[in-house]
Each structure stands twice: as structure tokens, then as C-alpha cells.
């Protein structure tokens, strides 16, 4: 046999012998099996690509396309993280409900039952802390409070929190101010309280003690009070006294007021009147003349000398006299005028 034929006779020998690299690797690697020691693989290229947030290089826009695969320039392939079978469930679409089993990445914290840095420089990351508890440190003190005194301007050494109220006065907002006893104010960040009462023309109510009550009005609005622990009704504010005319040159019991429910005395005044001076004495008594004479209970008791006068006044309040009021004159000639008001049912 020639040189010739025995070496075309080895290049059909390795030929058919020799498997190719796609045959190698499908028949010795397969799917699941252990990789041997001999096998031959195919090295995979990636296209570097320094990552700026822009797309990634070899988009394709047909699925199931051919795509070169991307990596850092330190030959580190990009990658997207997915769930454990594959879906993409890890990231969650904005405003999505919450279902349970959905994947994320945890957070983690470190305990650190004292709050303390566990970075050295201001500017250096670290992670968030937590309590013993697993609440997170948080710092509530606006502006540091260690810095402050407990004046009554400044923050609180013990980090609190609470709400201020703000006023408006239909201008400015200013916020609430307490009113005390030194107050003297034009009225900014002082809130306006109207008192609301209760219609009741009717009489008084209990209320047991120490207790709140709601304010009693009659239904011109005025404020009642009461004169008397009995329950008396009286109004707050008064309409005027009215002056009577006056008796003149009275020498017997007369009748000076007529008996009127709910009416008032507020005062008189008397002088001795008799044409030639002398001594007069008077009683001024709760009731009417009768019979030529007066026996209601004595309201006032009047002496005067020769040409003398008197007046007395009995407040705003005045003396309660519904049965009218009478001068039993015992000596002498008086005038007297009295003044009297007639209220109105509260």
C-alpha cells in the first residue's frame, strides 16, 4: 500500500470515528446528569454593557427570538430576580391588594435595645435599628429637646406629642392661648364661647351638687337667677323703677302702692310737711289700707323732727311687695313718693 492511500485511509478513520463537539456534548452531558470530568462544553459569550439605567443592549421584539445575553464590564451577566418557580411575583404592581404567599425581599433591621449609631461618620450607611421589641427607634423630639429648657416657650426635656389648636379670626391663624387671671389681650388666639340656656318660664329646677346644668332664660332671653335658695325666680337684668306720684300733706293710713303681683320696692322718700313744723312718725308696711287702717308687716319705720327728710334705697334688687304697700302714719304730715317696679314673670 503507498504512502498515499494509507494516509487518505486515516483521514476516513478519524472521520467516521471522530464524534463532532455537538455530538459530544449532547451524548455525554445530558439534561440532570452529572457532568464527567472529560466533558467537552461550549464557553457562552455575553456582550459587556456598563448599565446606566438605560435599556440593556440586543433587545428582541419577537418572544422566543435569539438574544444575546448582557454583562458588566467585570464580566458579571445581568440578571432578574424572580420567584423559586420562576414567576415574577417578587416585584409587586403598585396599588395591588395583598394576597398572601406573594414574594418579596426582606428588610432587616438590627436590635439595638439602646438606640445607638452603628455607622462612625456622619454620611456613612447603616442599617435601621429596633428595640428589644422589634419597634422601630424613631427620633420624635422637634427640635432636640436635650438642648431646651422646660420654659414655657421651649420643647419638653421628655419627648412628647400632641396637638395644638389653631383659631381663625376670618384674617389669621394664630394658635390657641389659655385665659388667666392676668389676661389683657385684644383678644388674638382667645376662642369666643356663646352660652346656650334653656326656655323655662315655668319655675326652677334640682340639680344635685356639684353637678353641670344647663343656664335658665326666660323667652325675652334673659338670664334667671334665683333670689332665694327656696327658688324664686329673678332675672339678671332689670327694666327701670318706676317713680310714683307722690302723697302730699298725709295724715292718716293710705294705701301708697296697690297690691300687684310680682311688684318691687326700690326705696321712698319722706318729709315732715305740716304747716307749722313739728314731729312725724311713720311705718311704711307691706299690704294695703283697710278699714281706715294698715296692718301688713312693717317695711320701714320712720321718725322725723320738725322740717326733716328721708330717703331710703334698696338696691337693684328692691323688696318684693305683692300685696301692695301702705304708710300707717302714727304722728304729724308727711309727703312721700316711692319707687317701684312691676316684673314680669320670668
Known sequence: MTKFRLFLL???????????????????????????????????????KDFDGAALPRAVSTEGDAVRCAATLSGVPYVML???????????????????????????TVRQDTAAALAGTDGDYQPPITDATGRMWVNTEFPDAAALA?????????????????????????????????????????????????????GTSTVTENQFAVARLSSRRAQLMEGVSGGTPLRASQT?????????????????????ASTRLYG????????????????????????????????????LGPDQSR????????????????????????????RTNVEAAP
Not at 424572580?82 to 432587616?108: C, F, K, N, P, R
Not at 394664630?174 to 315655668?202: F, P, W
Not at 310737711?273 to 314731729?279: C, M, P, R
Not at 328692691?318 to 301692695?324: D, I, K, L, M
Request: proline share 2%.
Open 10 to 48: 486515516l483521514i476516513l478513520t478519524l472521520a467516521v470515528a471522530t464524534p463532532t463537539w455537538a455530538q459530544r456534548l449532547a451524548s455525554e452531558v445530558a439534561h440532570d446528569a452529572a457532568l464527567p470530568a472529560s466533558s467537552m462544553m461550549v464557553i457562552t459569550g455575553c456582550e459587556a
Open 82 to 108: 424572580v420567584s423559586e418557580d420562576g414567576s415574577l411575583t417578587i416585584y409587586q404592581v403598585e396599588d395591588a391588594a395583598h394576597v398572601s404567599g406573594h414574594a418579596g425581599i426582606q428588610m432587616l
Open 150 to 202: 422646660d420654659a414655657a416657650s421651649a420643647a419638653p426635656t421628655t419627648p412628647t406629642s400632641g396637638v395644638i389648636p389653631l383659631l381663625m379670626n376670618a384674617t389669621t391663624v394664630d394658635r390657641q392661648r389659655a385665659v388667666v387671671n392676668s389676661l389683657d389681650s385684644t383678644g388674638t388666639g382667645i376662642a369666643a364661647a356663646g352660652m346656650v340656656g334653656q326656655l323655662d318660664d315655668t
Open 240 to 260: 327701670a323703677a318706676t317713680t310714683n306720684a307722690g302723697n302730699n300733706a298725709m295724715t292718716a293710713d293710705t294705701t301708697l302702692v296697690a297690691a300687684v
Open 268 to 303: 321712698f322718700s319722706v318729709r315732715e310737711s305740716a304747716a307749722t313744723a313739728a314731729v312725724a312718725t311713720v311705718i311704711l308696711r307691706h299690704g294695703v289700707e283697710a278699714a281706715g287702717s294698715c296692718t301688713g308687716n312693717e317695711i320701714a319705720y320712720v321718725e
Open 311 to 338: 330717703s331710703d334705697w334698696y338696691g337693684d334688687r328692691g323688696v318684693a311687695v305683692a300685696s301692695g304697700v301702705c304708710a300707717d302714719v302714727l304722728a304729724g304730715t308727711i309727703d312721700i313718693s316711692t
